[in-house]
């Protein structure tokens, strides 16, 4: 689908200078040219060359991923593939950072504006300190990761994700970087209409893409986005007054949050989980059993666990793994998420995956404009997952704790 959207402006967003947003958009256009042109590539060279050259060496055919790397790893068309992967992601980052350096004082003063005119919370506690696997890398690349603060009540590195991380989608996720939220909350809506949620978590929220069209279907609705980056929390309080919407964020971790025991109805979280941990992972499972209600419903929107792949599939989405910085990702789809959400106290009954179908491919299919009227009107069809460009959904993990709390024990 030939993506026509542009990021819609807000108040907080960085402005580009013609030569920088020239530069950004080549960023974004180099992506989509990796993606819809190297990419395929990848498939017969596979099939023609690499697993012959395999089985040739090994007596037998690829197995797995590791197999299939193995062979695609020495493969020039493949080291040119992931080279310039690797460069394309470095240099959108990059290209947004002047931005963000040129004006930082305006920014910052933007956003100071913004959250004192909005009666929404804002949680930043003295003295917290962010998980090891979060700060011991800059994520997916991003300079500074989530947490770096280069000044008081800094809000740089929310700055350089809310547009960014647009460039990387190569205009994907929407003009307002939320297609992942949007996604859930129209699946929520097609197929749970009487679930109306008094109370509502994101976990791992960074900047609040996906968090605010929650807000939004859900007008009446507490809603509450948590993450460890001090910075993009800030700026994701900033953001949300910037687009009229009345929503908390805070600094907390998932695996341990101060709420009270059954506090929201829905616990949701956006590609979260593969860039915490092994250890971590079934503490949050664990967390959001324990905020949420009876009855209450946990939402985790990724990409499909590896068992629902084909092993080239996962070699080129474990990719990530290898060259972008995000050390659980493969591990992460290897986990059993529904028994980590049965041993959460989940009824295994009651887990299950499914797929969101992507609002933006929706938004586009109805031909009438990105709003949210326009999506109701397309009928339901088959998705397949994927990533953005490639794939018309999102896995979700869905689980409801048990509505009697004896059930639970």
């Excluded at 042109?37 to 090994?58: C, D, I, M, N």
């Excluded at 800094?154 to 949007?182: C, E, H, K, Q, W």
């Excluded at 324990?290 to 985790?300: C, D, E, F, Q, S």
Aim: hydrophobic share 40%.
């Amino acid at each position: 689908m030939l993506n026509t959207f542009q990021q819609s402006p807000h108040a907080a967003l960085p402005k580009a200078t013609a030569d920088e947003a020239s530069r950004q958009e080549f960023a974004k256009s180099f992506k989509g040219f990796i993606q819809s042109t190297l990419l395929p590539g990848l498939t017969p060279v596979y099939q023609t060359r690499v697993s012959r050259a395999f089985e040739k060496q090994h007596g037998r055919a690829p197995v797995d991923r590791r197999d299939i790397r193995a062979g695609m790893v020495t493969d020039e068309y493949f080291q040119h593939y992931a080279a310039a992967n690797r460069i394309a992601q470095e240099l959108l980052w990059e290209s947004v950072n002047g931005s963000v350096e040129r004006q930082l004082p305006e920014l910052l003063e933007s956003a100071k504006a913004l959250s004192a005119a909005t009666p929404a919370k804002l949680e930043i506690p003295e003295g917290f300190e962010p998980p090891r696997y979060v700060t011991a890398l800059d994520i997916h690349c991003m300079p500074g990761g989530y947490c770096t603060q280069v000044c008081e009540d800094d809000i740089s590195v929310g700055a350089l994700y809310d547009r960014g991380v647009y460039l990387y989608a190569m205009g994907y996720t929407g003009p307002n970087n939320d297609d992942m939220g949007r996604s859930v909350v129209n699946y929520i809506k097609r197929k749970l209409p009487d679930f109306k949620p008094r109370r509502i978590l994101d976990m791992g929220c960074t900047v609040g893409h996906s968090t605010l069209p929650y807000k939004e279907l859900f007008p009446e609705a507490e809603v509450w986005g948590i993450d460890v980056g001090a910075p993009v929390v800030r700026y994701a309080h900033a953001r949300a007054a910037a687009m009229g919407q009345e929503v908390n964020f805070a600094q907390m971790n998932a695996e341990a949050t101060t709420f009270p025991d059954g506090h929201f109805d829905l616990v949701v979280s956006h590609i979260l989980l593969h860039e915490t941990s092994g250890k971590a992972m079934p503490k949050i499972f664990n967390e959001a059993h324990r905020v949420l209600a009876p009855g209450g419903l946990m939402i985790h929107a990724d990409l499909p666990p590896f068992d629902l792949m084909d092993p080239f599939t996962q070699f080129i989405l474990d990719n990530e793994t290898w060259y972008n910085n995000e050390p659980f990702w493969g591990a992460m789809r290897d986990m059993d998420q529904i028994t980590l959400a049965e041993r959460a106290g989940f009824d295994r009954a009651d887990v299950r995956f499914d797929t969101a179908p992507m609002a933006v491919m929706e938004f586009a299919a109805a031909a009438s404009g990105y709003s949210q009227e326009a999506s109701e009107h397309v009928a339901e069809r088959d998705f397949t997952a994927g990533e953005f460009a490639p794939g018309g959904g999102w896995e979700v993990l869905i689980a409801r704790k048990p509505a009697d709390k004896a059930l639970a024990a």
